[in-house]
């Protein structure tokens, strides 16, 4: 019991920490695009 416990906690914390990895990604990638553009309004 208490190593399913601590097996399903360790996957939640995975499946977390891609999430919101994912959810940054396009906010990087929309700050990346942003210093893009003002280099080349430079």
């Known amino acids: ?3 399913k416990g ?3 906690k360790i996957i939640g914390g995975i ?3 891609i999430g919101s990895l994912l959810l940054l ?3 990087l990638a929309i700050i ?3 210093i893009v553009a003002i280099i080349q309004a430079m």
């Open 1 to 3: 019991m208490t190593n």
């Open 6 to 8: 601590e097996k399903l």
């Open 15 to 17: 499946i977390s920490s």
């Open 25 to 27: 990604l396009p906010m």
């Open 32 to 34: 990346i695009l942003i």
